[in-house]
């Protein structure tokens, strides 16, 4: 019973981890299957949580995208509020 209670809480407490958070967790998760010690079945289960680790990671990089934003004076002069350009390397 504790065991279910533990496992509903994870992905709550995954939406409020933080970016830096979820990238340390992904590397412990990769230098774990890196090692080799695991056995098939617990480098398949770390293998699903480095996926959602690195999914989770990816949308607090793209939230905090959307949320910065650069002043930019348009023909008249007046400062408006616009996204700042995503850059493609």
Do not use: C, H, I, N
């Not at 209670?5 to 994870?10: E, N, R, V």
Request: hydrophobic share 45%.
């Amino acid at each position: 019973m504790e065991m279910v209670a533990k496992t509903s809480d994870k992905p709550e407490r995954a939406a409020e981890a933080s970016y830096d958070a979820l990238v340390g967790r992904l590397e412990k998760v990769v230098e774990a299957l890196e090692a080799g010690d695991l056995s098939l079945e617990q480098s398949v289960e770390r293998f699903a949580e480095g996926v959602k680790l690195a999914r989770d990671a990816g949308l607090k990089l793209d939230e905090a995208e959307r949320r910065v934003e650069q002043l930019v004076k348009d023909a008249a002069g007046v400062e408006t509020v616009a996204p700042l350009d995503r850059v493609e390397p």
